[in-house]
């Protein structure tokens, strides 16, 4: 089966600390992508950073890194100098074929409270 | 900016009634999805088309059905609604395969049958 496993539904941080949110998944395929969205209270989902497979290299965006080890099938996020807006959902993904199409297999997200 | 709207926020249903969920994406996305948010459940697929007219289902569409007659629009039909349907049903779109393309996504519909 393909899945996702977010096993922090809930975490918390104070501004200005780092945080990381883990993620493992599983798959058979070799070649796949592996995403992090972040929903805001009442907002609309955004992607917030994305990994190929095949790329050893982290992927960062500003704040946002990945700590992404293929062979464990693991993806963690890492936010650096949290800041009350990354007060959020957020999803790990990645992507799945289902009889020869792609879709996106997200986990049941962490809930993540910045604390001034 | 890429916009995806969905044309209700919140909707109260009763059990039973035909429930339409319309999605509009402005920015000529070939790929459009639907999907079901529950707490503790995260997103499930329930449907996604990659061309007009054109559907395939996801891992719950028990229930649902769609429509897909122009590029930009894409309905979720719920048939028979239920109460084990409230919920919130969030589109998407994306320009290109999920693997290379990121999806955009509207605020979300949140639907209540009583």
């Known amino acids: 089966a393909q899945t996702v496993t977010q096993s922090q539904p809930e975490m918390s941080v104070q501004e200005a600390e780092t945080v990381t949110l883990s993620c493992t998944y599983d798959?058979?395929?070799?070649?796949?992508?592996l995403f992090w969205y972040k929903q805001p209270p009442s907002r609309q989902m955004i992607l917030v950073i994305r990994?190929?497979?095949?790329?050893?290299q982290n992927a960062t965006e500003n704040r946002f890194s990945v700590n992404f080890q293929k062979a464990a099938k693991s993806f963690s996020l890492k936010i650096s100098d949290s800041q009350l807006g990354d007060t959020a959902m957020y999803f790990c993904a990645f992507t799945a074929t289902q009889g020869g199409s792609e879709k996106l297999v997200f986990g049941k997200g962490t809930k993540l409270t910045v604390n001034p | 900016d890429v916009k995806v709207t969905q044309s209700s926020r919140y909707l109260v249903k009763r059990t039973g009634e035909k429930v339409f969920l319309e999605c509009v994406q402005d920015?000529?996305?070939?790929?459009m999805f639907w999907y079901r948010q529950d707490p503790g459940l995260g997103l499930r697929l329930i449907y996604f088309?990659?061309?007009?007219?054109?559907?395939e289902k996801g891992d719950i569409p028990e229930g649902y059905s769609v429509s897909r007659e122009k590029k930009e629009r894409f309905s979720l039909i719920l048939e028979s609604a239920s109460t084990n349907q409230t919920s919130m049903y969030l589109c998407?779109?994306?320009?290109?395969?999920?693997?290379?393309?990121?999806?955009?996504f509207g605020e979300g519909s949140r639907l209540t049958v009583l």
């Open positions: 920015m000529d996305h070939e790929n």
């Open positions: 990994q190929e497979a095949y790329k050893q």
């Open positions: 798959t058979s395929e070799s070649n796949y992508y």
């Open positions: 998407a779109s994306s320009s290109s395969g999920v693997r290379t393309g990121e999806l955009f």
């Open positions: 088309s990659y061309d007009v007219k054109m559907k």
